[in-house]
């Protein structure tokens, strides 16, 4: 048998068993050296595994990125995001929308076919984040968003814009406005995230990609893994 066809990762001279079950752990989200002290390998060599396994769904992702997502009247979900980990880090971070010692993620979901996308942001402004939105969603789509003051430019943008006030309901009675989806990949993408203290920090694009990546195959992760990793 050729020796790249036992290969899971490029450049990997661990057996294929223990390929597999690094794979696996990975899928089930464990860290890196935790997986590695299971399978019985070195905790670099079990951190050099996950990080090439992202960098295989980084460039899957990339070609994905190109595409904006959203359709005809389908909705999609805008939101923003901060974690701590900017400069100064929990210790000077504070509630709110202040950016000092985090980082501020923005995200967008559709509701039918739950394609994500996730972006860094250097701020909350109404540039930024409309500039997100133009970037990544259809302007055929309805964009559900908070009632941030950030986001009252949508509709200059040619997109059907719906608000929420969420210091009064998490759903508006009349316009149906709601982002429980986009809060909903803030939240899996904290708990997973949590795992690695902090260690999200550095590649933080695979770590997005990752993100994206596990949001859009839930329900066939193994498989969808499988498909990106046969190819070259």
């Given amino acids: 048998m050729n020796i790249k066809s036992k290969q899971i990762v490029p ?25 590695a002290r ?13 990080r090439k396994l992202r960098e295989k769904i980084a460039a899957e992702r ?14 999609v979900e805008v939101d923003e995001c901060y974690t701590s980990g900017g400069k100064g880090g929990r210790k000077v971070a504070r509630q709110g929308r202040g950016l000092m010692g985090k980082l501020a993620f923005a995200g967008a979901i559709e509701r039918r076919g739950r394609r994500v996308r996730i972006e860094r942001i250097k701020s909350a402004s109404r540039e930024s984040l409309t500039s997100f939105i133009a970037r990544n ?4 789509s309805i964009v559900h968003t908070d009632s941030f003051k950030s986001y009252l430019d949508v509709p200059k943008y040619g997109y059907k814009h719906c608000r929420v006030n969420h210091f009064l309901t998490f759903k508006d009675s009349k316009s149906g406005a709601c982002t429980n989806l986009i809060e909903s990949v803030w939240a899996q993408m904290r708990r997973h995230w949590n795992r690695f203290c902090g260690g999200f920090r550095n590649n933080l ?4 990609a990752e993100i994206e990546f596990r949001i859009e195959n839930s329900k066939c992760l193994p498989k969808a893994l499988k498909r990106i990793l046969r190819k070259k």
């Fill in 62 to 75: 990339i070609a994905e990125a190109q595409k904006k997502i959203g359709a005809k009247s389908d909705i």
């Fill in 11 to 35: 450049y990997c001279k661990l057996s294929l068993s223990k390929q597999r079950k690094l794979r696996d752990f990975f899928l089930a989200g464990s860290t890196a050296r935790g997986a």
């Fill in 137 to 140: 969603v259809r302007r055929s």
């Fill in 38 to 50: 299971v399978v019985g390998v070195n905790r670099m060599t079990g951190i050099l595994f996950f």
């Fill in 205 to 208: 694009h695979l770590w997005i």
